[in-house]
């Protein structure tokens, strides 16, 4: 097999990877009325310092556009997940935080994520999830720095 087609090969792997982790968390998510990209948006939202993020440093953590997240904070406001405030240093600024059903929300999605990542993954010892974790480490770096050379 040539080097062309074994890059082929990885990166069909690594596509199909994605498909089958994300097609598990749509089907784990589904189970409390929560879309990933919804789960994601809460996550990122309680990871933040401060609690609260704005329209603009969502988009740019969830690497998505403006529009994108203005809809979701509809969606996600509309059920009472999250709330919006003003920035007490410029009132210009929208600034986006949990409610506590927010929290409930996250914590309960966490644990059916935990316990569905752990289901999936089972059948990997623990020296093959270590291999793994370093050979992934190493792919993320190689595609991190391809993609810096490219937007530079």
Known sequence: MTDRSLDETLYRQFLT?????????RQTFKQIDLTTTQYNFLRTLANAEANNLTV????????CTRGNVTRLVQRLGKSGLIQIGSDERDQRLVRISLTPAGQAKLAQAHQ???????????????????????????AVQL??????AQTS
Do not use: Y
């Open 143 to 148: 595609l991190q720095t391809d993609l810096a």
């Open 17 to 25: 990877v994605f498909v089958l982790l994300d097609d598990g968390d």
């Open 112 to 138: 059916l994520h935990e316990a569905s990542i752990q289901r999936r993954l089972a059948g990997l010892t623990p020296d093959q999830r270590q291999q793994l974790i370093d050979l992934m480490e190493t």
């Open 56 to 63: 603009t440093e969502l988009a740019d953590k969830l690497l």
